[in-house]
């Protein structure tokens, strides 16, 4: 399983990176997005992808699972979750204001397209 999660989080990696390189403002964002969801399968697949009970002291459990990566990744969600919502807000707003999502021309230079 690990295998796949590491074609998984390589793809989303992958398509990150492209999508972060381009010059629209909202792919940026999106770019952005798909990069946070791979570090957290990252951090999930790190902490390991093992099958087992809920980590009581009281319960003599062969195996369970390791709520330490769980935690880290709920609250990395809810901060990209605040990240992605205040570029939108950005986003939206330099829209509004300047006609635009090309960085070229939010950078104030022209382009040779």
């Not at 369970?64 to 990240?83: E, H, K, R, W």
């Not at 205040?86 to 986003?91: H, N, R, S, T």
């Amino acid at each position: 399983m690990e295998i796949v999660m590491a074609f998984v989080i390589g793809i989303l990696f992958m398509s990150a990176t492209y999508l972060m390189l381009s010059k629209s403002l909202l792919r940026i964002i999106v770019g952005t997005g798909l990069l946070s969801h791979g570090a957290h399968l990252l951090i999930l697949t790190m902490g390991g992808l093992k099958r087992g009970t809920v980590p009581l002291l009281d319960e003599k459990a062969s195996a369970y699972t390791d709520p330490i990566p769980q935690a880290l990744i709920l609250t990395a969600i809810v901060i990209s979750f605040g990240v992605t919502a205040f570029f939108l807000v950005l986003a939206y707003r330099a829209y509004q204001e300047l006609g635009t999502d090309n960085m070229e021309r939010l950078r104030g230079t022209e382009g040779n397209d």
